[in-house]
């Protein structure tokens, strides 16, 4: 993975587990380490990641997205876990609770992404906000999910069938006034105009 750094194409994102159990060490957190690792090949863009490992509290979960948002400055905040319909699933309610806009295409074709899959995709109901210049995201709870939500679906040999929906994130950053997302085409190829691109640097 890339090496922490904030100069001027670095990002700052935060990567936010949401889970009682985990939070409370009854069994280690696999959100985390998914999040950072799948970032850390799709991305050339040093990164810098402000990790918050939280329980299932509507209130702590809309304070953690500000603190991240608001106070370290991060232009992508990811989430996972939270976002099914059992009574403590509120991480949606939490980030609609700090949201400004909302955008419902993520939501719509992260369900479309996880239905090829298993047919309970449907009772998924993440939901993705933007707050000041930052993206928020809630992803899946599972590491397989988080990875085939955020790069899409492949054939056996490696062919993508479905983009996943990172392929939109770097241009939505542009747009909100971040830095210039890179990715590894192999990983996760970004999509922009023409107009939106610039020379990927060596």
């Known amino acids: 993975m890339a090496a922490p750094d904030n100069g001027p194409d ?3 994102v935060g990567l936010v587990s949401i ?3 985990a939070s409370s060490g009854v069994y280690a957190d696999a959100g985390l380490p998914a999040l950072r690792d799948w970032l850390g090949r799709a991305l050339r863009n040093p990164l810098h990641c402000i990790e918050r490992l939280i329980p299932d509290e509507r209130d702590g979960i809309a304070e953690t997205l500000r603190e991240l948002v608001d106070g370290e400055r991060c232009a992508l905040v990811l ?5 099914g319909p059992a009574p403590r699933d509120v991480t949606p309610e939490a980030t609609l609770d700090v949201a400004e ?14 239905r090829h899959f298993v047919p309970t995709a449907i009772l998924s109901r993440q939901v993705a906000v933007i707050r000041g210049g ?3 995201v809630n992803l899946p709870g599972q590491p397989k999910a988080i990875r085939e939500t955020l790069e899409g679906l492949r054939e056996a040999d490696g062919r993508l069938l479905v983009q996943g929906v990172f392929a939109a994130i770097p241009y939505c950053i542009d747009l909100l006034g971040g830095p210039y997302l890179e990715c590894n085409d192999d990983v996760c190829a970004a999509f922009r105009p023409k107009s939106a691109q610039r020379p990927q640097r060596a």
Request: charged share 30%; aromatic share 4%; hydrophobic share 35%.
């Open 19 to 21: 889970s009682d159990r």
């Open 10 to 12: 670095a990002l700052r």
């Open 79 to 83: 989430t996972t876990g939270g976002t």
């Open 134 to 136: 930052a993206l928020i």
């Open 101 to 114: 806009r909302v955008m419902p295409g993520f939501g719509e074709e992260m369900r479309r992404i996880s």
